[in-house]
């Protein structure tokens, strides 16, 4: 068994810092990261939170240097894996770390996976090129690999087709796929999408088992608050292409601070709410990232917006528990003039703990 908390407070696996990743398309730039920065400690799990659209799948496959070569442009920042700088790593030499070192699970494993060939083969191909080992030694590699992830008659099943799987079974092949190199890092982008409450449970409780047998580290990009309470360490909360708080998932949930985190988590549906009370949204819509606001791109959808927040961007400020958040509202000149914020969202974080 890996001592989680030991791997955790040992090394820096990735270290992004001011990440600006942009698509050239026929109506011009979309700047889909704006300045993201983030670590990766040995076994502890990231969470990267946010609407559809805030740049979490964009900011992973950056990682992973899986962005469309024609139309991405990792333009600024850097990207650092085990004190190597991957911006710049020729395609050749990425091709040696994907898989053997930073692995992902895509969020669709029925376009993820490939359908006219069997699930053995999948399993096997990886680790034959990185590993350069026998299809004998590959083949009971992915036999144990399969009885890891809980598939039953590994055997048979490698012969099998995806169309013989259920979805969630489909989610397990993807893990078994995605960990089957034995990498120091796995990023899970939305991997319990479509699934019914049983079957996510199921697949998050496959992903600590991984985490503690192998000390593996993980990024869970999600929308699910219920799944980052779950699973993670430690939570980003992106908008619009940066990142606008992070902190411990105890203190993202006990003590949010920034408006549209207090607004994610105010907008979860409560056991104990009154069934006539209608769901709390946050009103208005992301903005156009063609043409990102000057200052903080919460600013049009937020109760406590001041004049400066549409005027210039703000800073991160450091808080106790290395909790960061990036908003006005943090400034010492705001808390002398702006009562404090409504705690609903505490009765919220306090009913998602029970």
């Not at 036999?143 to 099998?160: S, T």
Request: hydrophobic share 40%; proline share 6%; net charge positive.
């Amino acid at each position: 068994m890996i001592d989680k908390h030991r791997l955790r407070a040992s090394e820096v696996l990735l270290d992004v810092n001011d990440l600006h990743v942009s698509f050239a398309t026929y109506g011009g730039e979309i700047q889909a990261v704006r300045g993201v920065n983030f670590t990766l400690r040995r076994g502890e799990t990231l969470a990267i939170v946010g609407e559809s659209g805030c740049g979490k799948s964009v900011t992973a496959r950056s990682v992973m240097r899986l962005l469309p070569p024609r139309s991405a442009k990792i333009k600024q920042g850097s990207i650092r894996f085990k004190e190597q700088e991957l911006t710049g790593l020729p395609e050749k030499e990425m091709r040696k770390l994907r898989g053997s070192e930073i692995a992902i699970i895509f969020q669709d494993a029925m376009t993820a996976l490939n359908p006219t060939i069997t699930i053995g083969e999948q399993l096997m191909e990886g680790i034959i090129t990185q590993q350069k080992i026998t299809r004998a030694e590959a083949r009971k590699r992915a036999i144990e690999m399969l009885q890891l992830v809980g598939i039953r008659d590994p055997e048979i099943r490698l012969k099998q087709h995806l169309h013989q799987f259920s979805g969630g079974m489909r989610q397990r092949i993807m893990i078994a796929i995605a960990a089957i190199g034995n990498p120091s890092v796995l990023i899970a982008d939305e991997p319990t999408t479509a699934l019914d409450v049983t079957i996510q449970a199921q697949i998050l409780d496959l992903f600590k088992m991984l985490q503690q047998k192998t000390g593996v580290s993980i990024i869970m990009i999600t929308h699910d608050l219920g799944v980052v309470a779950n699973i993670a360490d430690r939570v980003n909360v992106m908008y619009a292409g940066k990142v606008v708080e992070s902190g411990t998932v105890h203190e993202i949930f006990r003590n949010p601070q920034h408006p549209y985190t207090k607004g994610l988590l105010a907008s979860i549906p409560r056991l104990d709410q009154d069934r006539s009370t209608p769901l709390q949204s946050i009103p208005g819509t992301p903005p156009d990232l063609f043409a990102p606001p000057k200052g903080c791109a919460f600013a049009a959808r937020c109760a406590h917006a001041m004049e400066v927040c549409g005027a210039f961007q703000p800073e991160a400020a450091s808080l106790p528990g290395g909790h960061e958040v990036a908003c006005w509202l943090q400034d010492k000149r705001a808390k002398q003039v702006i009562p404090p914020l409504r705690k609903t969202v505490s009765e919220t974080a306090a009913s998602i703990d029970k």
